[in-house]
């Protein structure tokens, strides 16, 4: 399974970004979305897990956008959430998360989980425009890693 994570798009989903995303059977967003039209054409690519960001308060995006996104796929609990601090690792196998715009991909020291930010493809704050990617199978997580998009 290839799970592409993308965060803090603030309503703008490049050319390139939905390029990275074709392919992928699920995709994450960690919140911060801002766009309806964007969360259709998300849906269009593959299924979606979302979070709300603290950009998203006024708009209404269904049932299904909530603001920590708990899921369970491939044989991971999976958590979503924009912010890092409101993540519980220590009831999930992968944990998300956004806001910061800031890309990286470690273990909890206590837990064992996987936390990934996948930075900002619109509004990076660091190294330029990211979104990550995990490649798992048989409950296994082959690959985890940050992709560094053009402008």
Same mark, same amino acid.
């Given at each position: 399974?290839?799970?592409?994570?993308?965060?803090?798009?603030?309503?703008?989903?490049?050319?390139?970004?939905?390029?990275?995303?074709?392919?992928?059977?699920?995709?994450?967003?960690?919140?911060?979305?801002?766009?309806?039209?964007?969360?259709?054409?998300?849906?269009?690519?593959?299924?979606?897990?979302?979070?709300?960001?603290?950009?998203?308060?006024?708009?209404?995006?269904?049932?299904?956008?909530?603001?920590?996104?708990?899921?369970?796929?491939?044989?991971?609990?999976?958590?979503?959430?924009? /912010?890092? %601090? +409101?993540?519980?690792? $220590?009831?999930?196998? =992968?944990?998300?998360? &956004?806001?910061?715009?800031? @890309? /990286?991909? %470690? +273990?909890?020291?206590? $837990?064992?989980?996987? =936390?990934?930010?996948? &930075?900002?493809?619109?509004? @990076?704050?660091?190294?330029?425009?990211?979104?990550?990617?995990?490649?798992?199978?048989?409950?296994?997580?082959?690959?985890?890693?940050?992709?560094?998009?053009?402008?």
């Amino acid at each position: 399974m290839r799970y592409d994570i993308i965060s803090d798009t603030h309503g703008f989903l490049s050319e390139e970004l939905l390029d990275q995303l074709q392919g992928a059977d699920v995709i994450v967003h960690a919140g911060d979305v801002c766009s309806l039209s964007d969360i259709r054409t998300l849906e269009q690519i593959a299924p979606l897990k979302l979070a709300l960001g603290n950009n998203d308060y006024s708009l209404g995006y269904g049932s299904g956008a909530v603001r920590r996104c708990k899921f369970f796929s491939d044989g991971f609990r999976w958590q979503v959430c924009h /912010y890092r %601090e +409101r993540l519980d690792t $220590s009831v999930c196998d =992968i944990a998300i998360c &956004g806001h910061t715009h800031r @890309p /990286y991909v %470690e +273990r909890d020291r206590e $837990s064992g989980t996987l =936390i990934m930010n996948p &930075g900002s493809p619109t509004y @990076p704050r660091a190294k330029g425009p990211s979104m990550g990617r995990i490649i798992a199978e048989n409950g296994k997580v082959l690959s985890a890693e940050i992709i560094t998009l053009d402008f």
